[in-house]
Every structure is written in C-alpha cells, then in structure tokens.
C-alpha cells in the first residue's frame, strides 16, 4: 500500500462518480465538501447539487470549472483564488479524479473533459499538453 494511499482514504460513504471524456475514456470521482481538499495530484471538478438531475452529466451534480494540481493541499493564492471563484459560481463540492502520472497526462484529461463539460472556455483551467 503506497503512503498516498494511506493518507488521501476517500471518505466513508461517498461513491464514484464516472465521467467519459470525449475520448470516449472514463475517469473515476469522488466527491468531497469544497473545505475539504484532500491531499496529492488531481484533476478537479467545481460543482454544484443539479437543479435538473435528468440532464445533469452525473445525475446529481452540475460541472462548474475544472482543473488540474500537482497537489490539492497547496496553500498557494492561486488554489484560494480558484476556490473564491469556484464560491462565487455556486459551487459547493470539489469532484476528484486522482492522478500521479504528471501535468502532461492531467492537462490531457482536462481537455478530453473539458470537450464533453460544456464549460465556458475560462471554466477549463488547463492548457493541453503540445503533442
């Protein structure tokens, strides 16, 4: 069992949520309070309780912003900026799909995400990797 493991558990009680990229590729989430950030690299996902769960992509939960960090505990303004921004959009929850294999392959599933999210352009905080 590898140290990440140990100390980033999902919470009790809280399921995976699957999303498919426009790569037709699935990613795991699981979702957290917005003042819960758990620990190491992610992909992350503002959202929201839907209004309208039948249209919603997960059923429950409406997208707002999405991104990606080498480790979402980092204390740096730019993590407290996004989370504001992320407050003032209605978010509520932090979606995390956890990824250690570097920014190359995180900023590649923001953009295979971002593709299907229907997120305003701004709303995708990543730049895809050159090829």
Same mark, same amino acid.
């Given at each position: ?22 790569? @037709?590729?699935?990613? %795991?989430? &699981? ?8 620990? *190491?690299?992610? =992909? ?41 921004? @992320?407050?003032?959009? %209605?978010? &509520? ?8 294999? *570097?920014?190359? =392959? ?26």
């Amino acid at each position: 069992m590898s140290i990440l493991h140990d100390v980033c558990k999902t919470p009790p009680g809280q399921a995976v949520i699957t999303i498919q990229g426009s790569s @037709a590729a699935l990613y %795991g989430f &699981t979702a957290f309070p917005l003042e819960d950030a758990p620990c *190491g690299a992610a =992909i992350y996902i503002f959202a929201r309780p839907s209004d309208s769960p039948q249209r919603s992509m997960t059923s429950y939960w409406e997208p707002l912003l999405v991104g990606e960090t080498g480790g979402m505990r980092d204390r740096s303004d730019a993590r407290h900026e996004r989370i504001a921004e @992320a407050r003032r959009l %209605g978010a &509520t929850h932090m979606l995390i799909h956890f990824c250690g294999r *570097g920014t190359d =392959i995180r900023r590649r599933i923001v953009a295979d995400l971002g593709a299907v999210l229907s997120l305003p352009r701004n709303r995708v905080l990543s730049q895809p990797a050159a090829a």
